[in-house]
């Protein structure tokens, strides 16, 4: 797939730009779903939806469970591993849907799936996976930034159509650092100024500098949002669905209260990978999925079936 034009440039002047959105946010008619038509107006103007008690008690724990196993077996590091810039704590397991077990079987789990698809207008596949983990008094703030940005520049990804699942394993507090986003900044587009650095990501999954807004562009999204900045709060269970150009970020946990989730990115099928527009090599597999387009088929029942399959 050969894109002639690149809708979205950045990282190509010495000032970022502000330039509004060409594509289009939910891609389908919004019948067929799980969302309902609020739901979807929801996620069209805001540019995220939080959904409660999509998992109960038992699969959450079944599901920290996994995540702690998981961390422990990934504790002396690898190329998908990535700990905290400044202690030896990991931050996030990226690839965690190819386990051949439990988190691929979750990567396939209607309740999500069947969102994502309602939203993209299409069969979707998986981009991108990992496992979160910021803990109490240790775990580090997360700069401003358009994951579209990023996923344009240093992967290939054509267009405005995919969308990031969070499920939440711990309750999220306004205090333990959540996710911080600026409803409607998905309908603008942030152009960064600079250039990109050969193997950025070596260093911007730890702390991210090429590709973040300005502060003038920030204070201007913010703005339009009359003022106002949210904060992904809610029980265990909970799902966060968040379009792919939504301005996030996150503050430092200095609460004693961890916070950890799982990581879905699904990308449309009609929206598949290209060479980057920064012109560099793409970032490795396990960042952006290159190698398997295949569409998720959806699998139904409740988690602690599915894993006893």
Known sequence: MNIKKDLYPSRKENKAKVVERQSPIVYSSGEGGPLRKDQLQSYEDKGYIILEDVFNSEEVELMKSE????????????????????????????????????????????????????LLGSKVYMNQSRINFKPGFKGKEFYWHSDFETWHMEDGMPDMRAVSCSIILTDNYEFNGPLMLIPGSHKWYVSCAGETPADNYKYSLKQQVAGTPDEESLSWLTEQAGGKIDRATGPAGSVLFFESNTMHGSNGNLSPYPRSNVFFVFNSVENKLVQPFSGLA???EFLANRKSFEPIEPQSGLLTEMFNR
């Open 67 to 118: 995540l702690s196993k998981t961390m422990k077996e990934k504790q002396h590091g690898g190329a998908e591993v990535i700990k905290e810039p400044t202690s030896n704590e990991i931050r996030s397991v990226f690839d965690v849907h190819k386990d051949g077990q439990f988190f691929q079987r979750l990567a396939q789990n209607e309740r999500i799936i069947k969102v994502a698809e309602q």
């Open 282 to 284: 793409p970032r490795p």
